[in-house]
Structures are given as C-alpha cells and as structure tokens.
C-alpha cells in the first residue's frame, strides 16, 4: 500500500498477506529494521505481538522420532492462510500423477501390478519419445558404462561421489580383478594414490526393511559399494561393483570382464540404490525438510519489519505447504510413495533417521562439502558440471547476502546484539537439528562474514540445491531400467547366472513403472508463475542501496545464464539445472 503524507511524501507499507477477518492489522512502513532501530514503546510491542501471535500459529511437532521438526498441521488446510497454496488443486499429488499418467499415455497400464514387462523393449510402450531430450538419450546409451559413470558428476544425484583415498577392507578388489580396465600401466594402489580412483557407498541402505505393504509382490533392497575409474578420456567409468556390505563367496564383487547381464544387472542394482538415497535422503532430508525448518523458524523469531525477514521471505515461498501435502498424501502411511518404491511402508523413514547423522552444517555449504569429498579439482575431474555452476551459484549468492549485511549491519557488534536474528538461529539448532552438537550448526552467530554464510546456506538449499536434485528426475529416472524404484528379485550371489528374463523379472512391473513415470513427470515440472532466482516481485524492500544489491545480484546470475547457455552448446547432454533461469526461488513442489 503507498500512502501519501500531507506534505506529499510518498510512504510505502508492505503487506504480503491474507486479510481474512475483522481482526485490525497493524502495517509498519516498508523501511527494514533491527530491533536496535526501534526506540519507541510502541513499535517495540508491535514487534513483540507479531512474534508471539505467529509463534502460536507456527508451533513445532515431530513427524517421526528423530526427524527435523516439521510443522504442527494435519493438513492443507490446517495451515496459516498466508503460507497456503493459491489453488490447492494445482498441488493435489494424487490429481497431478493420475493426470501425469494420463498425459504420458500409460493410464492403461497403471493397474497392472504383478505383470511382468517381457523384455526391454517392452518398456517403449510407456517411454514417451521427446526427440533430442535428455531422457531419450538415456534410453539409447543406458547399458553403456561411460553413460553409468557420468550420471554420478551430473545426473540428478550428484553428490554421492568421492575420491577413494584407500580401499575399504569390506570391498576386497584385487589387482588382478581390475588389471584390464586400468589405462595409465599403474597399480591399482598407484591408481589411488594418483586420485583416478572413485567410490559411491551405499551403507546407509544396509538393513533398511523393504516395502511389505503389498503380499503378492516381494520386493528387495541392497547395499552396494562401486569402485569408479578416471580413465585417459577423463571420463568416470565403473571398474567394481559389490551389491552387498559383508565379503564372502555369496557376495561376488562383478566386473566390466563378467558376462554381459551379469555385470548390467550389478548396474541396475547400483542404479536402483542410488534412486532410493537420491529420493529420500538428497532430494526429501536435505533440501525438503530442511527448508521447511528454515521457514518455520524464520515466521516464529523474524518479525516482517526485519531485513533478514525480507531478503529470505521469497525463498520460503509454499515450502511448508508442499511438505504438509506430502505427508498428508505422498509419504505418510498408505500413501503414494507406498505403491511403487521398495523403501515405502516405512523404509524411507528409516532412512531419513540414519540420514540425520551425516547432516550438518559444513555438509550444507556447497564449496565445502565438494572439497570434502575430494571432488574441487577442475583440472582432476574436468566435466563435473553440478560442482562448476554450483560454485558460480552460491558465490553470487553469497555476495548478494553480504551486501544486504552491510546495509544493515555495520559491524560484529550489531550482528551479536540482534536477538531477533539469534533467536531465529536457535531454533533452527535446537528443533531443527534436534540440538545434536555433532550437527556442527552454529546456536549464535557472532560475526558479519558468519552470517554472510549463514544466509548463503539457506537460500542456496531452498533454491539452487533443490533445483540441482528434483528437476532432473525426468530426464534421467522415465528410462525405468535406469532408476529402477523397486526390484522384485534378490540380487545375484553368483556369476554366470543371470539372464534376460532374470533381469527384466527383477525390475518393476507394469502397474508399479507406470506409477513411477506419473511422479518423476509431476515432480519434475515447474510451478505455474514460478519465480525464478533473483525475481521478486513482492516489494518487501524499499530502500535504494537494497534495490541496488538486487540489481547486481541479478546481473551476477544474468552473467551465468549466458556462460552456461555457451558451455551447452551442441553438448548431446547439456547441463542447466544448475542455470538460474532453472532455479525456482523456494522449494515448492
């Protein structure tokens, strides 16, 4: 609302939000203030009430023991007006995948479970062809290592890979296993001392329970351990695969040299483990439910007139509703995550709970978490494109973050007396981490340049994250072979067995592939009027050096967009969901 004064000044009083009843609002003028900055009673109350009447709205509750806290609401429409979705339908998840299915042609396939697909090419009958896209090359290369080793730099779970800098006892690789895929005339223990050795582990699926919630299908999990190799091309390839944690003869470590479906159904279990974290722990536990943490905290502590307020507002944006339907809908008992995914009925909570342990602080800032797995070098692995515009991303954002702190703030000392700010880091430590020190997040923030990258960790989780893991999974989970979310044979425990038929009896079938192609399609499209990073829209902000920041910032991410639209050019597989004309602002769907 603009307001003109008597002696015809203009004033500017954002309001952003529902007016639902006859109750009075009380509006302050669009000027950001700390709490030091208000010197009268009057708008030291106003401050007051607001906090504690949203503190009664937005009251913590714990979904499943050991989770990050979650908002206390049933539902949709249990929720606060003012954070609920404009048109519930529009994120109804069983409406969106039925109406998927329906779109993509395989609603007639939906309730075939137990029906077997009869070979590969079976699974055409529900791909659809998009020619020149991302998943239409998937289909034609998947069964290629190359193709298998690349999707760990730049699929849409990027973040499991790491430099091995010592074979673990439990994966008993010897030389003689893998002589024949090493290049470089080396030792294998040379290899890995040289930084060519790679290593994806997936302990934490070890003893997680399978989905029993439906008795005509078994369905199973595994735990495997792959050994990757940067050969003379550069390119990551497997070398190793053990599909389970424990060595012994009934464990067999498979190799590029085993015969053909021995060494593609190792793949597949990899590929199908790998979809089951990317689900549950990259995608749901560190971008989902830790921006809802982020958002809850931040209605409860900052009050509208607070700068830190108005600059994380907009990437708050339906994060908690879109968490709420889906635990009303999606991952709740008898939900729709239990149809077609080996980790429903209650695996994926198991999940998250072992997750929680690896989730911390440092985890969450990008630059930190890619040295931290050994993966920083550009000249050691040169085509990893989610660290390279990752990096470009959180620095600008970073940036941007510092120069609203200078507005605001000019030293360490108004950092450390600004209670609101550190009320708002307290909860996060001690409802959204649980209080665990072994978290590593900060429970107060002393310095200008720590809030710097407090700030950063939050916009970029809520925005960049989420956008690098949820809108690949069409592009490279529609191929079912190559995401399987479920598998209905054991893995193998011995070589020279396996066939075709063992293969495509292993994966899903018919009704459960269909299921699965309705969600990667729903979960990957975008909002309507989505808001993309740096575009806001809603004024919460008035002051010119602020307007100015944001007009650097979206010069900074203006600059990106066009390096990368350059790098893509004429790649067969282009990557852009780091672009930040890609990167919707808050996690909303």
């Not at 993966?375 to 991303?393: C, N």
Request: some cysteine.
């Amino acid at each position: 609302m603009t307001v003109k004064t008597p002696v015809g000044d203009y004033l500017e009083f954002p309001c952003y939000r529902w007016i639902t009843d006859e109750k009075e609002i009380v509006l302050r003028d669009g000027r950001a203030k700390l709490p030091r900055d208000d010197k009268t009673q009057i708008l030291k109350q106003h401050r007051r009430k607001e906090l504690e009447t949203r503190q009664k709205m937005y009251r913590w509750k714990e979904w499943h023991p050991g989770f990050p806290l979650s908002i206390d609401a049933h539902s949709h429409s249990d929720l606060p007006r003012d954070i609920q979705f404009d048109n519930e339908k529009g994120v109804d998840f069983i409406l969106n995948y039925s109406k998927a299915m329906e779109n993509l042609y395989v609603n007639r396939f939906m309730h075939m479970f137990q029906s077997s697909w009869s070979d590969f090419a079976d699974f055409e009958r529900i791909f659809v062809r998009i020619s020149n896209t991302i998943s239409e090359y998937v289909m034609q290369h998947w069964k290629e290592d190359f193709m298998f080793g690349y999707q760990f730099l730049n699929g849409c779970n990027p973040v499991l890979i790491r430099r091995c800098t010592e074979i673990p006892k439990k994966l008993p690789v010897t030389m003689d296993m893998v002589e024949c895929s090493l290049e470089r005339n080396l030792t294998l223990e040379e290899e890995v001392k040289q930084g060519n050795i790679f290593i994806v582990d997936y302990e934490l699926l070890d003893g997680v329970d399978a989905n029993k919630t439906d008795p005509c299908t078994i369905q199973y999990l595994a735990a495997p351990i792959c050994l990757l190799y940067k050969n003379l091309e550069n390119k990551i390839v497997p070398i190793a695969i053990q599909l389970g944690q424990e060595p012994g003869p009934d464990n067999p470590i498979f190799l590029p040299s085993d015969a053909t479906y021995d060494w593609l159904l190792a793949k597949i279990w990899v590929r199908s483990s790998d979809f089951h974290i990317h689900q549950t722990v990259t995608h749901l536990l560190r971008t989902h439910l830790v921006s809802e943490v982020f958002s809850i905290a931040m209605f409860r502590q900052l009050p509208a007139v607070h700068p830190l307020f108005k600059l994380l507002v907009p990437h708050m944006r339906f994060t908690i509703a879109i968490n709420t339907k889906a635990r009303e809908q999606l991952i709740c008992e008898c939900g729709l995550f239990d149809k077609a995914n080996a980790t429903g009925g209650g695996g994926h909570v198991q999940m998250v709970q072992k997750a929680m342990k690896d989730l911390t602080y440092s985890s969450l800032c990008f630059p930190e978490e890619i040295k931290a797995k050994g993966m920083d070098s550009k000249e050691d692995v040169p085509y990893y494109y989610y660290r390279d515009d990752g990096i470009k991303v959180w620095e600008a954002i970073k940036s941007f973050a510092e120069d609203v702190i200078q507005i605001y703030y000019e030293s360490d000392e108004v950092v450390c007396e600004d209670v609101e700010l550190q009320a708002f880091v307290k909860d996060i430590y001690v409802y959204g981490m649980r209080g665990v020190k072994a978290s590593g997040f900060p429970k107060t923030i002393r310095t200008r340049e720590k809030l710097a990258e407090y700030l950063t960790v939050i916009i970029f989780t809520t925005s960049a994250q989420h956008a690098a893991v949820n809108f690949g999974q069409y592009d490279w989970c529609s191929w079912i072979p190559n995401a399987p979310p479920t598998m209905r044979r054991p893995p193998p425990t011995e070589k020279g067995t396996v066939t075709i038929e063992q293969i495509v009896e292993s994966l899903p079938d018919r009704g459960r592939s269909c299921w699965h192609l309705g969600a990667v399609w729903a979960l990957s499209q975008f909002q309507d009027n989505e808001l993309f990073l740096g575009m806001y829209p809603d004024e919460h902000f008035v002051e010119k050096p602020v307007k100015e920041a944001m007009a650097k910032f979206r010069k900074n991410l203006d600059e990106i967009v066009n390096a990368i639209a350059e790098r893509n050019k004429n790649k067969k597989l282009p990557y852009y969901y780091l672009s930040p004309d890609r990167i919707p602002n808050s996690v909303a769907v």
